[in-house]
């Protein structure tokens, strides 16, 4: 089973780059993040011309995340359903057989003394919350998505120049910690465990791609037993080099399932 998720930041803008991506690859599921479109214009028909069924939720010029995928999902929802802030266009989860997959977009924070910020740590302890009361940490489940924390040195370009940075500092990378620590394993860093391995390259830093100035945000997590089915691993750079591209690129993951 092969999954892959994206920040397309505009399911839109982005959706000639996606649906070569899907019709080169064909991967069992795409998830999907930043979408920035209402339920209404979301491009339905463009993923189920390519044979996938698409779940969705988002809204005009922020979040939204949606999944993608060959067989019809079962359970579908939205949200951490917790009673707090809205939060249905940053989480959708769904099960595939014996996978339960939750696909989500967290806050990026702005500033550290940003509310923002701040809203930020706090989702993260909602989100260790939602898998303590939904899932085990025994079973088959797979977190994936833009999660905008970079968990270590090796997965920003220059951490020294970025400790203070939403998506770098202490607190947002203990506060990811937590949530791995319920019980999830990197599957991309089990097979890459090396330096110079990047998702994000920022639209506002000149030839990034080209000198490798990235971040690794996007990630896919599972739970042990998941993470022993894993055969492969790996981020597919191309569509960044694109015309018009997303400022993230296609994480990938394969599971003998």
């Avoid at 939720?57 to 979040?63: D, I, L, T, V």
């Amino acid at each position: 089973m092969r999954v892959a998720t994206f920040n397309a930041n505009s399911i839109r803008a982005r959706l000639p780059i996606v649906v070569e991506w899907l019709t080169r690859h064909s991967p069992d599921v795409l998830c999907l993040q930043e979408t920035k479109a209402q339920d209404p214009d979301f491009p339905r028909d463009a993923f189920s011309d390519l044979g996938y069924h698409v779940v969705f939720r988002g809204e005009k010029s922020y979040n939204g995340v949606a999944i993608a995928a060959r067989a019809r999902p079962a359970r579908v929802s939205f949200g951490l359903d917790d009673g707090d802030e809205p939060d249905d266009t940053r989480l959708v989860r769904a099960r595939f057989g014996r996978l339960d997959l939750v696909n989500t977009y967290v806050p990026q924070g702005m500033e550290i003394t940003s509310p923002r910020y701040e809203y930020k740590l706090r989702w993260f302890a909602r989100l260790r919350r939602f898998f303590e009361r939904h899932y085990k940490p025994t079973g088959l489940l797979l977190w994936v998505g833009d999660l905008n924390v970079a968990p270590g040195p090796l997965d920003v370009w220059e951490p020294a120049r970025y400790a203070d940075h939403v998506c770098y500092h202490e607190d947002a990378r203990r506060a990811f910690a937590d949530v791995v620590s319920w019980g999830f394993v990197d599957v991309f860093r089990r097979h890459h465990p090396e330096p110079g391995h990047f998702t994000f390259w920022d639209y506002r830093m000149p030839r990034a791609l080209e000198h490798n100035h990235g971040w690794r945000l996007d990630h896919v997590l599972a739970t042990p037993r998941l993470a022993d089915l894993a055969t492969a691993a790996h981020i597919d750079t191309a569509p960044r080099a694109l015309e018009r591209p997303s400022d993230h690129t296609f994480v990938v993951a394969e599971f003998d399932l």
